[in-house]
């Protein structure tokens, strides 16, 4: 079984600045995958950012990077200088990368990440 | 690149009628997803299809719903009949179902009223 917890309902930032988005997992599987979603209040699922968990080097994709702390159980996201549009729910998720379940998302329950001007 | 479709992007509908919602996956994609999004349990798996077989619905809620995949391109999920508590967002995701290249994109959901 697989679960992801993200422990801020709300977190505010101020424009251009550096904000970070907590998530910790909890998994029996060896080799996973864990994720970053944006859903934006338009609805839709954005994809920002992977980490696998045999990756030694923390995923970057632009202004997100993930803080992939392995022993800690943990997979921030840092998002750098926000931006207006950053504003939205943000959703941690994990996979596994075999076995049967191979490929089935578990969410947690989202961040929502307002942006002051 | 088209991403994944989905049609309708609303329905309105009244309990008790059968409700088909429809999924295109990214062309080459052969894993297919269908979520559910509501404020009380957030996002549910519903069933994943790999190359076209249903590989796990344990996350369908009951025999009122069911899913197929007749081919590569093409994906249904039908409720019948529907009720108010299926009122929720539903998502299809795609991805290529390769070990490390697993990244589900998802389709822009389908709003479900059903009053």
């Known amino acids: 079984a697989q679960k992801i917890t993200q422990t801020q309902p709300g977190m505010f930032v101020q424009e251009k600045e550096a904000v970070t988005l907590d998530c910790t997992y909890d998994t029996s599987d060896q080799s996973y995958g864990l994720f970053w979603y944006k859903q934006p209040s338009s609805g839709e699922m954005i994809f920002l950012i992977y980490q696998g968990s045999y990756d030694e080097q923390n995923a970057t994709e632009g202004r997100y990077s993930l803080n992939f702390q392995k022993a800690r159980k943990s997979a921030n996201l840092v998002i750098s200088a926000s931006q207006l549009g950053d504003s939205a729910m943000y959703f941690c998720a994990i996979a596994p990368s075999g076995g049967t379940s191979y490929g089935k998302l578990t969410f947690g329950q989202g961040t929502i990440l307002t942006v002051h001007p | 690149d088209a991403g994944v479709i989905q049609s309708p992007r609303h329905e309105v509908t009244e309990m008790g009628q059968e409700v088909t919602l429809r999924c295109k996956p990214i062309s080459g994609h052969n894993s297919l997803f269908w979520y559910r999004q509501t404020m009380m349990r957030g996002l549910e798996l519903l069933i994943y299809?790999?190359?076209?077989?249903?590989?796990?619905d344990s996350g369908m809620p009951e025999d009122r719903f069911s899913a197929k995949m007749p081919n590569a391109s093409f994906s249904t999920l039908k409720i019948q009949p529907s009720e108010p508590r299926d009122s929720a967002v539903y998502f299809c995701?795609?991805?290529?179902?390769?070990?490390?290249?697993?990244?589900?994109?998802f389709g822009p959901g389908t709003r479900l009223l059903v009053l």
């Open positions: 299809f790999n190359n076209n077989v249903p590989i796990d």
């Open positions: 995701a795609s991805s290529l179902g390769d070990r490390g290249r697993e990244t589900q994109y």
